[in-house]
């Protein structure tokens, strides 16, 4: 059957099959591991938590997957699994296993590609040194790896050899035609200006933003964005000023250096992103205490403190295991509890509410905690003395009415708004979106607006790096290749390490319930860069102007006239 994720789709294709009798890898087919993976005809059997721990996107599409049939990855060879896996199981801590860079490149193809951002970090730390000029161009794109790009093709613009069939195929025509102007103007020969010069004009000449280690540079306000698409009249673009950021509109002329554009908008937004803000500034306080404080205010020691919060069983009638804990954590499963629980890099902290349930508790059923320092099994009868057993079914039926059962368990590693919260901002969606029409709608004609002051749903994915999102922040959808509606709102209701939890104002056929945390065809997981933060704008445009040097004007005409050539 098809593994189903509500998410956007991944990038690489993993599927869950019904297994025959496939070879088994002599290596990685550990007996206690619970997730098996199905690369080619061989069979994997890995530990689940250190792909959902690393890998934004495992994390993603193995949190509702079961461990009884593979998962198959279809699009990667054992070889390469093979190499990756000995970067999450080393077999010698001190003496990392030397690889060539053919080896390293497949790493952090497969790091990018699944999200294991501290593999890639890795890969591009090895490859710096043994990496050529060439490499590091193609993979400083592929990749966004920045810092590599301005010595990169400096080394290539300088050398004394000319770029060969193979590496020109490798760079593509663009960056080939940019080296080729460039080192007939900075380069060997007669160049017209020295190349002592070059390393100051580089980031013009390839469009390089400001250095990030691991990242592609988002737009610099000072000068185009790092990858300029053409704007024509009728493209739909997003008003990145600061009186309408995230407008929607349409280009209706443009200049070198400008365009017009007409910006389509209701004027009650402003006004609605606040009453969604209110919904979730107006939750029980988030405040959290650390394991230490929360024992003094409950009343508790440690080990009461961690048997209760998680299960704690009690031996009824008949040999019957009863679990009279309050199941706020567990530690080997790495889940915790939404509004109760949290753990930070090494200890869980709780919050009033649950040292509020625990105070109730105790003063409920005092017997109960005067015996969690025990080691033994518990039995009724050694907290109860007249009819023990009853008096459990007592405790049990308290738990129910305190919603115990009904506990939102999430993973440890995202961050989530609580179920009842969300449908209070789907009430509050409906409630707008009913109340919107087409003739409420209000356009402003903005003329002057520097390029890098809109934004195409294409550019997405390189100009929105570094965005940063908080539980409740309004976003619009700005791109267009993606199952969300481009100008579609929603809000942040989860987040992961590298994606967020939508829940949208408006139905949508691809939608899905976030694991029944949101109504049918309402959510979604998307990137970071998918969307733009209204609540907390991070990519206001500037209105000033900086125009093109004769140096620049230069080189952007032999650009020109060789890509006409070819």
């Known amino acids: 059957m098809a593994l189903c994720c509500s998410c956007t789709p991944s990038p690489f294709d993993l599927t869950i099959t019904e297994a025959p009798d496939y070879a088994r890898h002599p290596r990685y087919y550990f007996e206690d591991g619970n997730i098996v993976f199905l690369v080619e005809d061989t069979l994997y059997n890995m530990h689940r938590y250190l792909f959902a721990r690393d890998s934004t996107h495992f994390r993603t599409i193995l949190r509702d997957n079961g461990a009884s049939d593979p998962c198959v990855i279809s699009d990667v060879s054992c070889t390469e699994f093979d190499e990756f896996l000995a970067i999450l199981y080393p077999t010698d801590f001190r003496q990392p296993s030397k690889r060539t860079t053919a080896q390293w490149t497949s790493i952090l193809h497969l790091a990018a590609k699944w999200g294991f951002e501290n593999i890639k970090l890795l890969s591009i730390d090895n490859l710096t040194a043994d990496a050529t000029p060439i490499d590091k161009v193609v993979l400083g794109r592929r990749y966004g790896i920045t810092d590599w790009l301005p010595g990169a093709y400096e080394a290539v613009c300088t ?105 389509v908008f209701f004027p009650s937004d402003k006004a609605t992103n606040e009453k969604f ?5 107006s939750r029980i306080s988030s405040q959290y205490f650390s394991s230490f404080k929360a024992v003094e205010l409950a009343g508790l020691t440690e080990r009461a403190l961690s048997r209760i919060t998680s299960s704690f069983m009690v031996l009824a009638a008949g040999g019957k295991e009863v679990n009279v804990g309050l199941g706020l954590r567990f530690e080997a499963k790495a889940l915790k509890v939404i509004d109760y629980t949290r753990k930070n890099d090494r200890f869980w902290e709780f919050s009033q509410k649950t040292v509020d349930l625990l105070k109730d508790y105790k003063a409920k059923f005092p017997q109960i905690f005067r015996h969690l320092e025990w080691d033994d099994m518990v039995r009724a009868s050694d907290l109860f003395d007249d009819d023990a057993d009853a008096k459990v079914q007592e ?3 308290w738990l129910k009415d305190q919603g115990v059962q009904d506990f939102e368990h999430v993973s440890i590693f995202v961050d989530q708004l609580n179920k009842d919260t969300v449908g209070e901002i789907e009430k509050l969606a409906d409630a707008v979106t009913a109340q919107k029409s087409q003739s409420a709608t209000k356009k402003a004609i903005v003329t002057g607006i520097p390029h890098q002051a809109v934004l195409k749903p294409a550019q997405a994915v390189y100009r929105l790096q570094h965005q940063s999102f908080a539980l409740g922040d309004r976003v619009t959808m700005v791109q267009d290749s993606g199952v969300v509606p481009p100008s579609t709102k929603g809000i942040v209701i989860g987040l992961s390490a590298k994606s967020m939890d939508v829940v949208w104002d408006v139905l949508f056929r691809s939608g899905v319930t976030l694991s029944d945390r949101c109504s049918q065809y309402r959510g979604s997981t998307v990137k970071f860069d998918s969307c733009l933060n209204l609540t907390n704008p991070q990519f206001i445009a500037p209105t000033n102007l900086t125009g093109p040097t004769p140096a620049r004007r230069e080189l952007v005409a032999r650009q020109e006239r060789m890509t006409s050539f070819i």
């Open 395 to 397: 405790v049990k039926v």
């Open 159 to 263: 050398r004394a050899d000319p770029l060969t069939m193979e590496e020109g195929m490798k760079l593509g025509v663009e960056d080939t035609v940019r080296i080729s102007a460039a080192r007939q103007l900075y380069g060997i020969g007669e160049a017209r200006h020295e190349t002592k010069y070059l390393a100051g004009d580089l980031g013009e000449i390839f469009k390089l933003g400001k250095p990030s280690v691991g990242s592609i540079s988002p737009m610099d306000g000072d000068g185009d964005p790092q990858f300029p698409e053409e704007f024509t009249a009728g493209s739909k673009v997003f008003f990145l000023g600061e009186h309408a950021y995230g407008v929607v509109g349409q280009i209706s002329a443009t200049t070198e250096s400008t365009l017009s554009a007409v910006l």
């Open 277 to 281: 803000k209110s919904i979730v500034d």
